[in-house]
């Protein structure tokens, strides 16, 4: 690899640590080893042909294009986190991939049964995300940027709104989301 595809892989791994709060290929691999997948396992679940998981995983391409593909690893995301803590078998785990395979994106913001804690309300983390994912389909963080210091000087909190969940990481937008409740 020459200094300008290095150069290249390091910006794009950038661009999505700044999109999905770390590189893809970090993210792929950690569904990967909670879920006990392969690569074309996760591609398929995903939505996702097998060249294209590996250009994301390798930094040659640094953007999920379709909105619904996005909404598919957070749901395997929140799927990891029910295994390792112990509330869904390996059996149901498998049953839920084919659910959330067949899934076509639908309404961001939507409150199944994956996406709620064990009390039947959205989990903070999840909330954040669908907010992350709505604004990240509509703008890129570049021009997220762009528009959060257009407003800064007369709406900052819209500003600050902007930047967090637009182009912040996951671990900030939980953040600030739990610092305006209540």
């Not at 990967?32 to 390798?58: E, F, K, T, Y």
């Not at 593909?69 to 509330?87: C, F, I, K, T, Y």
């Not at 899934?103 to 199944?112: C, D, E, F, I, W």
Request: avoid cysteine; charge should be neutral; glycine fraction near 8%.
């Amino acid at each position: 690899m020459d200094a300008a595809q290095q150069e290249a892989t390091a910006r794009a791994r950038e661009l999505q640590r700044n999109w999905y709060g770390e590189p893809l290929g970090t993210l792929f691999r950690k569904l990967i080893d909670d879920l006990g997948l392969n690569q074309a396992r996760l591609a398929g679940v995903l939505g996702l042909s097998a060249p294209m998981l590996s250009q994301l995983m390798s930094g040659q391409r640094a953007k999920i294009g379709n909105p619904a593909v996005v909404q598919r690893v957070q749901l395997l995301q929140d799927l990891a986190v029910q295994v390792a803590d112990g509330s869904v078998s390996a059996a149901e785990a498998t049953e839920r991939m084919e659910e959330i395979k067949k899934s076509q994106g639908g309404s961001v913001l939507s409150n199944t049964t994956q996406t709620t804690s064990g009390s039947g309300a959205p989990t903070v983390k999840r909330v954040v995300r669908e907010i992350q994912s709505l604004l990240r389909s509509v703008a890129a963080a570049g021009d997220i940027i762009d528009a959060a210091d257009a407003l800064a000087p007369t709406h900052p909190e819209l500003a600050e709104f902007l930047r967090v969940y637009g182009a912040g990481r996951t671990s900030d937008a939980v953040a600030h989301y739990q610092s305006h409740q209540n």
